[in-house]
């Protein structure tokens, strides 16, 4: 019931809702056969792995752990973190070693501090 209050205020349609009620069945016997045996015990890893499972077996249905993942970390039961900010981590470093390269190779000057104001109106 609070997964669906959760889905619906990320907006989630009624239909979208119910079918990713019907895939916690197979989300909880996954994980069973994981030995979690409580949601306080889940990591990104171990949502991950079932994912994984899941997508061979129903490859347009198991989006449902991603949001259920989403659901419990925006809910706090387990941290954020896991794929997504090493992800981030990633991108912004190559971006960074990009831009180094602009400026080096091309001569591109670096952003401006934002204490500079560079409104047309403050010149």
């Known amino acids: 019931m609070v997964l669906t209050i959760g889905l619906a205020t990320s907006g989630y349609t009624p ?3 119910e079918f990713a009620i019907r ?5 909880d016997s996954d994980l069973r056969r994981r030995r979690v045996r409580d949601v306080a015990s889940l990591t990104h890893a171990t949502l991950d792995a079932c994912w994984r499972s899941l997508i ?4 347009t249905n198991a989006g449902t752990v991603r949001s259920l993942e989403r659901y419990l970390v925006t809910t706090g039961v387990i941290a954020a973190g896991g794929t997504e900010t090493a992800e981030a981590s990633a991108l912004r470093i190559l971006s ?3 831009a ?3 400026r080096e ?3 591109f ?6 204490a500079i104001d560079t409104h047309p109106s403050a010149f």
């Not at 895939?23 to 989300?27: A, F, G, N, S, Y």
Request: aromatic share 8%; no cysteine; hydrophobic share 30%.
């Open 15 to 17: 239909g979208s809702r």
């Open 23 to 27: 895939m916690l069945p197979h989300v």
């Open 56 to 59: 061979k077996v129903f490859p």
């Open 96 to 98: 960074e070693e990009y």
């Open 100 to 102: 180094n390269h602009l």
């Open 105 to 107: 190779v091309r001569g």
């Open 109 to 114: 000057a670096p952003r401006p501090s934002p």
